[in-house]
């Protein structure tokens, strides 16, 4: 086992790196359905809309949050959504 597998806190799968892009400001946040939450906070197969991303190691598929790690499983996706758009997402999992 590497250390990858043990330098988390919940995996997720369907990911998506949402880049969130206003006239304020611009960030970025993960979209993901949870495999495991190592801390419990988060039931498997439901999903989760991080705070802003802090790091993001592609090699390692490791995300980093302010007060999380996620790990990235399988394939996944970047998109760039409006604030309303992220706001659906964060709220209700859907954009539509």
């Known amino acids: 086992m590497n250390d990858t597998e043990n330098n988390y806190d919940c995996s997720v799968k369907d990911w998506i790196i949402i880049n969130i892009i206003s006239n304020q400001a611009e960030c970025q946040v993960l979209y993901g359905i949870v495999v495991l939450d190592k801390k419990g906070r988060f039931e498997k197969d439901f999903y989760v809309f991080t705070t802003p991303i802090v790091t993001f190691d592609q090699e390692t598929c490791l995300i980093t949050t302010q007060n999380t790690k996620y790990l990235l499983i399988g394939e996944g996706t970047a998109k760039?959504?409006?604030?309303?758009?992220?706001?659906?997402?964060?709220?209700?999992?859907?954009i539509s």
């Open 80 to 94: 760039q959504y409006t604030v309303p758009q992220a706001i659906l997402l964060r709220e209700f999992g859907v």
